[in-house]
C-alpha cells in the first residue's frame, strides 16, 4: 500500500500537541482570545506550530482499521492536489493556484432548519470536538476518473446529532460560501451560486459519510474544499461538496447546483453504477489518476456492502435516476 507519510507523521505522541488541543487552539485564536489561549499553550510543544490549510498536522489521528485499506494505492498527494474540481475557482482542474484566495480564518458553519435550536459554530471549535480519525477512500468523479485519498475527518452521523434535527428533518441541504470577490468562478452568472448538494437523513447517518478536515495528514488543502467539505465515497464525486458554511436540515428534496443547471445529467441520487451511462459517455470504466491505468468501474463504487440497503426497493420506482 502507498501511503504517503510526512515527515511529522513520525514524531512520538508525546512530542506533539494532542489533535483536539491544536483545532482547539485555532478556535481559541479566531475568537480573540488569542493572547491568553496562546500563553496558556505556550508550553506545549506544537502549540506554536502555524495551522494553515496544506500545513502538516502535529498528531495525525489513527486510521480506522475498517477504511486504512481502499484496494488501490493511494493516488500521490502532488497528483490529487493538482488536479481539482472547484468551479467557485474556474472551470477546469488546474484551480490550486487561484484557490489560495480562499480566506478560511474565522470561518464558521451554521447548521440550521428543523432543529432543535440553530447553531452557527467556528469550523475550528466544530473539528476540534469531534472524534477525528482517517479514512483511506476511493473517488470516482462522474467524468469517469478516480483517485485514492486519506482523508481526516469525522462521521457525518456525528454532525447531525450536534444539530439535533426534529423529526420533521428528511433531508440534509449543505451550502458552499458565497464570495465572488475571493472566488471568479461565482462570477459566471449562468451558474446558480452558491453550491448545493443535498442527502436524505439515512443517507447522512451512514456510517461512510465522512466531513472531512485533513487530507494526507495535513490540515485540508484549500483546494480540496477547506476548511471542512463532505465526502461520500459511494456517489459521483460532485455530491461530495467543499468549503461548507451552512448544513440546514429541510423536510424537501434539496435542489442540488448540478441538478438546478442540466437535471436531465445530474440528479439527486448520483449513485455509482458501471452500467448506467451518463448522457454523453460511458461510466463502465475509470481513468486512474496518476497512471496510465483504466479499470473497471463497480457499482456504488464498491461500497454495496455499506450502502446498498439504504436504496431496497427503489430501484423500480427510480430506475436510472438513482444512478445518474
Ligand atoms: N464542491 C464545490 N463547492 N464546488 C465544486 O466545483 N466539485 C465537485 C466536488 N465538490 C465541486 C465541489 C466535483 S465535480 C468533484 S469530482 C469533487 O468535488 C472533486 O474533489 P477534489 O478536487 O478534491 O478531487
Not at 444539530?163 to 461565482?186: C, I
Not at 448545493?196 to 490540515?219: C, D, I, P, R, S
Not at 474544499?225 to 423536510?251: M, Q
Amino acid at each position: 500500500m502507498n501511503i504517503l507519510r510526512n515527515p511529522r507523521w513520525a514524531l512520538p505522541e508525546s512530542a506533539v500537541t494532542s489533535e483536539a488541543v491544536f483545532w482547539n487552539r485555532r478556535a481559541i485564536l479566531a475568537a480573540g482570545g488569542g493572547l491568553m489561549a496562546a500563553g496558556a499553550l505556550a508550553g506545549l510543544p506544537g502549540a506554536a506550530s502555524a495551522a494553515a490549510p496544506g500545513e502538516p498536522l502535529a498528531s495525525p489521528p489513527a486510521t480506522n482499521p475498517a477504511h486504512a485499506d481502499a484496494g488501490r494505492a493511494v493516488t500521490p498527494e502532488p497528483v490529487a492536489s493538482a488536479y481539482n474540481n472547484f468551479y467557485e475557482f474556474g472551470s477546469h482542474k488546474e484551480i490550486a493556484r487561484a484557490a489560495q484566495a480562499l480566506r478560511t480564518d474565522g470561518w464558521t458553519v451554521t447548521l440550521d432548519g428543523l432543529v432543535e435550536a440553530p447553531l452557527t459554530i467556528g469550523a475550528d471549535e466544530l473539528i476540534g470536538q469531534m472524534p477525528l480519525e482517517e479514512r483511506i477512500y476511493r473517488h470516482r468523479c462522474v467524468e469517469a476518473w478516480s483517485m485514492v485519498v486519506p482523508w481526516t475527518g469525522f462521521p457525518l452521523a456525528r454532525l447531525v446529532e450536534l444539530a439535533k434535527p426534529l423529526s420533521s428533518a428528511k433531508y440534509l441541504r449543505f451550502e458552499t460560501f458565497l464570495d465572488p470577490e475571493v472566488a471568479r468562478g461565482q462570477r459566471q452568472h449562468w451558474y446558480p451560486w452558491p453550491y448545493v448538494e443535498g442527502l436524505t437523513m439515512a443517507e447522512a447517518t451512514n456510517e461512510l459519510a465522512f466531513m472531512v478536515a485533513g487530507a494526507y495528514g495535513k490540515v485540508l488543502h484549500k483546494q480540496f474544499g477547506a476548511p471542512i467539505r463532505l465526502h461520500l465515497p459511494w456517489k459521483y464525486g460532485f455530491k461530495s461538496i467543499k468549503s461548507v458554511v451552512r448544513v440546514s436540515f429541510v423536510a424537501e428534496r434539496p435542489i442540488s447546483f448540478w441538478e438546478e443547471l442540466q437535471s436531465a445529467e445530474y440528479g439527486f441520487w448520483a449513485n455509482v453504477n458501471p452500467a448506467v451511462p451518463h448522457p454523453r459517455w460511458s461510466q463502465a470504466e475509470e481513468r486512474v489518476l496518476g497512471t496510465d491505468e483504466r479499470v473497471p468501474t463497480v457499482r456504488f463504487n464498491g461500497y454495496g456492502p455499506e450502502v446498498a440497503g439504504l436504496y431496497a426497493g427503489m430501484e423500480a420506482e427510480l430506475g436510472d435516476r438513482l444512478w445518474r
